[in-house]
């Protein structure tokens, strides 16, 4: 039986609500694709995460290749997924969707949780990049290209000190044929030939040049640059490859960074980082996937197999608190109006002047000011309580109208 075969067969038709009760207030996390929400298992009273799709041949296959590679430990499980018409206040009627319900991931993000440890430590950062990496080992393995790897796609099963970090989002997932073409990816974690995929593809598309009869591709390789960039910024606290001008695309000069793979170590931060882990970035961030170090390269790294101490700690965890305030509030506001789609948001905004983040701060030293960079700001009760109540308008709009347990056409209000 294929792997097609056998997910079709293991998707369910019957109402989720039979089994599942769903929070429709707790969010866990968003993206593209809408909110993930907390459900409970009616049989056991366990709780998972519930992410819903629309039902394309787009999403059919990002559950056929998250199922194959799911096995492994250090990748988030699918438990079980549902076939079932589906309402959001918005539309006129029920669309068809998949309700994919995954393994609880309680301890949150990687960076996030870099950010709550005040003393995270270059071992600490050696041991979760060998989970990562070994996540990575199993999907190559399976001739899978994850093509989205990035912290938010990276989550700890709790909250313990020794919880294990697994991968997740196969949204950009492909079986990579050797055609690797679609320019796919988040700006600071893409691979100059996913950078070039995408040159070519616009200037094709815009009658610059010809369309060509063997179509640039790429290849799994992808995915060990993105792998370089997450030990950078894991190390230091901020991305290797970045703007001197804030800009919601990639910029001309970020983008000659990547395809060139110019990057420093400044001393400020990484004095006190081994050589062992600045020649594992070194060997990952190499412009020539023919050069980068394969999955197996970076799993016999010294870096990861090391018997040495490596307890200093981190410059990371301080800068990311940081990180935290001006960039995720700075994303909640831009998917709110981007990806929400709303209108009519109104919210107080004021320009970053003073913030201690590395980027910004070597943009002032430049005499440059961060352009558009915002701050959401909130008169009496500051930047979390802005935060909290852009999450409240999310979870407003995104109430979804579910069918009754065995009535599957029929509208089903959560809090009815």
């Not at 079709?8 to 969010?27: C, D, G, P, V």
């Not at 071992?123 to 989205?148: E, F, G, P, W």
């Not at 979390?384 to 999310?394: G, H, W």
Request: include cysteine.
């Amino acid at each position: 039986m294929s792997e097609e075969t056998a997910m079709e067969k293991a998707i369910k038709e019957t109402s989720i609500l039979e089994e599942y009760n769903i929070n429709w207030t707790q969010r866990l996390g968003a993206g593209i694709s809408g909110p993930v929400r907390v459900c409970v298992k009616k049989s056991t009273q366990e709780r998972f995460a519930l992410k819903i799709l629309l039902d394309r041949p787009k999403a059919r296959n990002e559950v056929r290749l998250h199922m194959m590679c799911a096995t492994h430990q250090n990748i988030v499980q699918i438990i079980e997924v549902f076939a079932n018409s589906v309402q959001f206040p918005h539309e006129s009627s029920p669309r068809a969707r998949l309700l994919i319900v995954m393994e609880m991931m309680e301890g949150g993000e990687l960076f996030h949780r870099i950010s709550q440890h005040r003393h995270f430590t270059e071992k600490q950062a050696s041991q979760v990049t060998k989970q990562i990496a070994l996540a990575l080992q199993h999907c190559h393995l399976l001739n899978i290209a994850h093509r989205d790897l990035k912290p938010e796609n990276l989550l700890f099963k709790d909250n313990s000190l020794d919880a294990p970090v697994k991968l997740c989002d196969f949204g950009f997932a492909k079986i990579d044929q050797g055609d690797l073409m679609t320019p796919q990816f988040t700006p600071y974690y893409v691979a100059p030939q996913v950078l070039e995929a995408q040159r070519r593809h616009q200037k094709e598309k815009s009658g610059i040049i010809p369309t060509s009869p063997t179509p640039y591709t790429y290849n799994k390789s992808c995915d060990l640059w993105s792998l370089g960039v997450i030990i950078y910024v894991m190390l230091c606290g901020y991305p290797p490859f970045y703007s001197k001008h804030h800009s919601r695309t990639i910029p001309k000069d970020m983008r000659r960074k990547i395809m060139t793979g110019s990057f420093e170590f400044p001393e400020e931060e990484w004095s006190q980082i081994s050589e062992m882990a600045k020649d594992v970035v070194r060997k990952l961030l190499k412009v020539k996937p023919e050069e980068r170090l394969t999955i197996e390269g970076v799993l016999d790294h010294p870096w990861l197999n090391s018997t040495e101490a490596l307890d200093n700690v981190l410059p990371s965890a301080q800068l990311m608190m940081d990180k935290a305030v001006v960039a995720g509030i700075q994303q909640a506001h831009a998917e709110q109006l981007a990806n929400m789609r709303i209108q009519d948001l109104k919210v107080s905004l004021k320009p970053l002047h003073s913030v201690n983040n590395p980027i910004l701060r070597k943009r002032k030293l430049l005499g440059t000011k961060p352009k558009d960079s915002v701050y959401i700001h909130d008169h009496e009760n500051g930047a979390e309580d802005s935060n909290v109540a852009l999450e409240k308008l999310r979870d407003v709009i995104a109430q979804c109208i579910l069918p009754q347990a065995g009535k599957m056409q029929l509208p089903f209000h959560p809090y009815q």
